[in-house]
C-alpha cells in the first residue's frame, strides 16, 4: 500500500507562486507516474491531471496551465513538486497528487493512489 503526503497549499493573490509537495510513503516502482489532479470549488474532481510525471521525468500539461506550472521529481523518485506560478482565481482548487504504477502514464489514467489534498485559494 502506498500513501501520499502533500503539502504546500495556502493563499496568495493573484500573479502570486506556491509550490505543492507530494510524497509517495515507500519506494516505488520504475513505472512510477505522479501526476496533479484539482477540484474547482462546487465541482466534482476534475479527470484529466492539470500535470504529470513519469519516473523518467518526461512531464504533460493541461493547456489551462502550460507556461505557468512546473512538474518536478525531488531527489528521490518517490517525491514530487509543482511549481505554479502566475496564478490566477481560476486556479482556485483542492489539488490531489496521484499516482500510478505500470500504467500509460496519461492525464486521462485511472490514478489508483490518491492523496488527501490541499487548498490552494487565489484571490484578485
Known amino acids: 500500500q502506498v500513501q501520499l503526503v502533500e503539502s504546500g497549499g495556502g493563499s496568495v493573490q493573484a500573479g502570486g507562486s506556491l509550490r505543492l509537495s507530494c510524497q509517495a510513503t515507500r519506494t516505488l516502482a520504475r513505472t512510477l507516474c505522479m501526476a496533479w489532479f484539482r477540484q474547482v470549488p462546487g465541482k466534482e474532481r476534475e479527470g484529466v491531471a492539470v500535470a504529470l510525471i513519469d519516473y523518467d521525468g518526461t512531464t504533460k500539461y493541461a493547456d489551462s496551465v502550460k507556461g505557468r506550472f512546473t512538474i518536478s521529481h525531488g531527489d528521490a523518485k518517490n517525491t514530487q513538486y509543482l511549481q505554479m506560478n502566475s496564478l490566477t482565481p481560476d486556479d482556485t482548487a483542492i489539488y490531489y497528487c496521484?499516482?500510478?504504477?505500470?500504467?500509460?502514464?496519461?492525464?486521462?489514467?485511472?490514478?489508483?493512489?490518491w492523496g488527501q489534498g490541499t487548498q490552494v485559494t487565489v484571490s484578485s
Open positions: 496521484a499516482a500510478e504504477v505500470g500504467g500509460d502514464c496519461r492525464p486521462e489514467d485511472p490514478f489508483g493512489y
